[in-house]
């Protein structure tokens, strides 16, 4: 039987973004049709069964270096771990640049195939040097390396392909596109609000929902500023935490302070939620914002759709594939700086733009039954895993064979 190796950060349970449900889930379908090990970033032990995983720890904390260089110093040396304890595998598939050196590492000392799945890339997110300083040009250097010597590269978008061609030199055959995946029998609209009831609202007043990390690319920022154009009477949940930096999380505290003058209905839960209080914040939402200013796919997206929740998106990279306009949801135009830091051009207008189509939606209770039942369809036949999974695994196959 084939053998893939898994090399990611996140996996369960330390899992805060959409790369960390991708593989997640990629590798539990993937199983199913090959033998398959995890290693990643945590304190997971090796266990027996169908997916053996194992976590790495930094074995120092660098604690003379500035926090930037910190985080990239004890990403080389958890890669280099990881790649320490030999490959025993046919393929190796990694998952965003921090496990890229185990990647190059595991191809020039073990002969195994590459895999590289492009969840984001990095010139296109310049705010990471916020959070890397000096280390985030190291990030720049092992991404460009790894993508480039890659036998096979996978954007999860076209949007990202395109994306990948223009920033990297990588042969027209060694590219492909697999879209991120959905399990529609865990992700589902649910009635109980067990869960929620903590948060303080009232999860039977119809409510707008955001979702996500603290961060540039991410927009809340945006959001936040469009609040005081929504009407009044709108609950607002903004499920926002892990935020890149102390200083964007002090700029969006002081925003949400700043709208709540006017308004006692914002509630802003700062935690990254479990599932099962993640599918009842998506069910009870009667529209799911997603103001990215960049979002190579945008799992988020598929996550509210599959729980029959309306989405009103930026109209950036790849969340056009995801959100169809008018039919799932709504897109927004972003006029957006054409070079670093690529912010919105008219940031005032962009958030005019978001509130008048959240106030429509969340004022036409037909209009959004109608896009919740579309887009609970468009996942069903489109985002299935058992499909990914199966395109994923001829794309090892084609690179066994060709070795």
């Not at 925003?255 to 700062?270: D, F, L, P």
């Amino acid at each position: 039987m084939m053998k893939v190796l898994y090399i990611t950060n996140e996996y369960p349970p330390h899992v805060y973004g959409g790369a960390g449900v991708h593989i997640e889930y990629l590798s539990k379908e993937v199983a199913k049709l090959a033998g398959v090990e995890v290693r990643c970033y945590g304190d997971q032990k090796p266990a027996s069964g169908q997916i053996k995983t194992t976590g790495y720890e930094s074995a120092a904390g660098y604690l003379k270096l500035d926090r930037g260089l910190q985080s990239v110093f004890k990403t080389i040396d958890r890669d280099l771990q990881i790649v320490g304890e030999g490959v025993d595998a046919d393929v190796v598939h990694c998952h965003t640049w921090y496990t890229h050196m185990a990647g190059i590492w595991a191809k020039l000392n073990f002969g195994v195939p590459l895999v590289v799945t492009t969840h984001s890339l990095e010139p296109l997110r310049p705010w990471k040097r916020e959070q890397l300083a000096g280390g985030y040009d190291f990030s720049l250097w092992v991404e460009k390396t790894a993508i480039e010597m890659a036998d096979a590269v996978i954007a999860v978008s076209h949007g990202t392909r395109a994306d990948v061609k223009s920033l990297f030199n990588v042969r027209e055959d060694r590219l492909k596109v697999i879209y991120n995946g959905i399990d529609t029998d865990e992700f589902k609209r649910v009635p109980s609000t067990e869960h929620i009831k903590r948060f303080g609202f009232d999860p039977a007043k119809p409510y707008l929902l955001f979702v996500g990390r603290i961060t540039r690319q991410k927009g809340i920022i945006h959001l936040v500023n469009a609040i005081r154009y929504l009407n009044p009477d709108i609950p607002v949940v903004l499920c926002a935490g892990a935020p890149d930096t102390p200083e964007i999380e002090k700029e969006m505290a002081e925003g949400v302070k700043s709208v709540s003058k006017n308004r006692t209905n914002i509630h802003w839960v700062r935690e990254m939620v479990d599932r099962k209080t993640l599918i009842e914040l998506y069910s009870h939402a009667a529209v799911f914002c997603c103001p990215s200013i960049y979002e190579p796919f945008g799992i988020i997206n598929l996550e509210a759709m599959a729980c029959e929740t309306p989405v009103v998106a930026s109209a950036v990279g790849g969340i056009p594939e995801v959100v169809v306009d008018g039919v799932t949801g709504k897109l927004v135009k972003l006029e957006q700086m054409s070079e670093s830091p690529f912010e919105a051009v008219k940031p005032d207008e962009f958030a005019h733009d978001l509130a008048r189509e959240i106030n429509a939606l969340m004022a036409d209770p037909a209009l959004r039954d109608k896009m919740a039942a579309a887009g609970r369809k468009r996942v069903e036949d489109v985002f299935s895993w058992k499909s990914i999974a199966q395109q994923t695994v001829d794309l090892y196959k084609s690179l066994i064979k060709g070795k």
